[in-house]
């Protein structure tokens, strides 16, 4: 029977060396195997009837030499590939490429938070258009019947027997009448292009991200 | 390769699907597991590399884990099989039983009487 200071002192000399073995492991592993062995040593130790130190020294021998259980843990850490990252479209890209087009802001929140798109990627789902069909309908509007409809006047002179002296016209109004046509087209088309740009960008962003699920794991 | 590094690399291919299978019937913790494996004899040569094997195959998920408490000390692991680690035992008892039967067919009844 060997006095229980110097047992103890033999125990955590064995723990000390079998952590400093299992230097360079990740901390959850590394105290996950250390906490299994200080518990399987005491349980060991609480069977023995007579603690000597050989029975001690036999214990700590069977449990292994801490290189040899580190060098384990090293082999058992490499192998599995199972913890890594999966390139999956989850509910975060979902969320994200419904959101982007109807709620803007939450949907490019997502859109930077999820690993499935670049920079380009992003950039293109903020800015194509700003603000998605938020911004299509509610500013829109006040756009084109505010500031921005075509503007222009005709002025008509004329003397007191009806006779037109003067006809001039200024801004939208002075153009000729085909380029009139013309400009107004443009802005029913480019009207269009809006309202089906959130649409596509939406279409793009999906492309990109069933791209990047596909792709090995790195 | 010598017979002694033969004996290793055999014991590392079957020793977790045997923890796995000694986990069939009930869940149990990791001193429990080394006793099985010390009767059973030769398997586990330093007992402690048992713990990194199950902290592994707890990573992978064939094993999941309950803390119990003990009669005494501080409270206990439990391993228990998940579906995964169950599949896993099925499929290795298939493999090794064809294995084993190839093996015997070539040796015959000349092997190590």
Same mark, same amino acid.
């Given at each position: ?104 802001? &939450? ?8 690993? &499935? ?68 087209? &443009? ?32 | ?48 590399? %048992?713990?990194? !094997? !199950? ?50 067919? %070539? ?7």
């Amino acid at each position: 029977m060997m006095s229980a200071p110097h047992a103890d002192q033999l125990v955590s000399d064995y723990l000390g060396r079998l952590d400093s073995a299992l230097a360079g492991l990740p901390k959850a592993r590394r105290e996950e195997i250390l906490d299994e062995i200080t518990n399987h040593i005491a349980e060991e130790r609480s069977r023995l009837h007579d603690e000597s130190d050989a029975d001690l020294r036999n214990l700590l021998d069977r449990v292994g030499d801490p290189g040899e259980v580190a060098g384990a843990a090293r082999d058992e850490t490499v192998e599995p590939q199972v913890q890594r990252p999966s390139r999956r479209i989850g509910p975060v890209e979902v969320l994200a490429l419904v959101l982007t087009p109807l709620f803007w802001p &939450a949907g490019v929140i997502l859109l930077w938070l999820s690993p &499935a798109w670049n920079l380009r990627d992003r950039l293109i789902g903020t800015l194509l258009p700003p603000g998605g069909y938020i911004f299509i309908f509610f500013f829109l509007p006040l756009i084109l019947f505010g500031g921005l409809q075509p503007s222009g006047s005709c002025m008509t002179v004329s003397d007191s027997q009806g006779n037109v002296i003067q006809h001039s016209c200024t801004g939208f109004e002075a153009l000729p009448g085909w380029q009139q046509d013309l400009l107004q087209a &443009a802005g029913i088309g480019m009207f269009l292009l809006l309202l089906v740009l959130p649409v596509l960008t939406a279409i793009y962003l999906t492309y990109r991200a069933r791209k990047w699920s596909s792709e090995p794991v790195g | 390769m010598p017979i002694e590094g033969l004996a290793t690399q055999l014991r590392k291919g079957v020793i977790e699907y045997c923890v796995l299978a000694m986990l069939r019937d009930s869940p149990r913790y990791g001193g429990e597991l080394v006793q099985m494996l010390r009767n059973q004899g030769g398997l586990l040569t330093s007992e402690g590399t %048992i713990y990194p !094997l !199950l902290s592994r195959m707890r990573a992978e998920d064939l094993v999941d884990t309950e803390w119990r408490e003990a009669p005494a000390g501080s409270p206990r692991r439990y391993y228990r099989l998940t579906k995964a680690g169950q599949r896993a035992v099925v499929e290795f008892q298939r493999e090794w039983v064809r294995f084993r039967v190839t093996v015997d067919g %070539i040796f015959g009844d000349r092997g190590g009487r």
